[in-house]
């Protein structure tokens, strides 16, 4: 069964730095690995997907990287603000139809 | 659009009640699903529904029951409400089957006592 690990789960960090968030999968046979944004008490809005055959993507201040031989992924945010503090989750398909998530990284911007 | 929305928004059951949760998208989505999301462990498929009319069961399907009543709606349903049962309840949906972005709806959060 795919595991997906996310590390640290909590990230402090000042307003203006740049971070990396970690994302690490068992198994590399995926179709694709998404990175979701879930504000408190709210549903999670999909910020990028890379297909398996691609190596990143970037949309804005994100840039989300995939390496599937060595089943990681990273998302990096550049300038980071108080408005980017959520939990950041990522999540591989595995399957049809099959998602499998992590636990996720609660970061918080400090103004 | 409204995207998806989920109701209700909270719902408080003793153990044994039944009840539904109700799911609807206005995007004229073909792939619908429904996970819970439980701490520290993330989000776990309960069932999804490929196209209208067929159903499928996902990773943690005991204790839950599905309808996709046409192509907008797919609800969920809890025959016999156990403890084990509270959770956050998220619906999603894709345009397609598969390696697709999942739009999601804001959640429910059900507490069995």
């Known amino acids: 069964k795919q595991e997906v690990t996310q590390i640290p789960a909590a990230l402090s960090v000042p307003e203006g730095e740049n971070l990396v968030l970690n994302c690490s999968f068992t198994?590399?046979?995926?179709?694709?690995l998404q990175w979701f944004r879930q504000d408190p008490g709210k549903g999670l809005t999909s910020l990028l997907l890379i297909q398996s055959s691609q190596r990143e993507q970037t949309s804005g201040r994100l840039n989300a990287s995939l390496d599937k031989s060595s089943g990681r992924s990273t998302l990096y945010i550049a300038a980071s603000q108080p408005g980017d503090s959520a939990t950041y989750l990522c999540?591989?398909?595995?399957?049809?139809?099959?998602?499998?998530f992590g636990t996720g990284t609660r970061l918080t911007v400090i103004p | 659009n409204a995207g998806v929305t989920q109701t209700p928004k909270f719902q408080v059951l003793k153990t044994g009640q039944s009840m539904t949760l109700q799911c609807a998208q206005d995007?004229?989505?073909?792939?619908m699903y429904w996970y819970r999301q439980d701490p520290g462990m993330g989000l776990r498929l309960i069932y999804y529904?490929?196209?209208?009319?067929?159903?499928d069961k996902g990773e943690v399907p005991n204790g839950y029951n599905v309808s996709r009543l046409n192509k907008r709606e797919f609800s969920l349903r809890l025959e016999s409400a156990a403890p084990s049962q509270t959770s956050v309840y998220f619906c999603?949906?894709?345009?397609?089957?598969?390696?697709?972005?999942?739009?999601f709806g804001p959640g429910t959060r059900l507490l069995v006592l």
């Open positions: 198994d590399s046979a995926i179709y694709n």
């Open positions: 999540a591989v398909e595995a399957g049809a139809n099959n998602l499998f």
């Open positions: 529904s490929a196209s209208e009319g067929t159903t």
């Open positions: 995007m004229n989505h073909n792939s």
């Open positions: 999603a949906s894709t345009p397609g089957v598969v390696k697709e972005t999942q739009y």
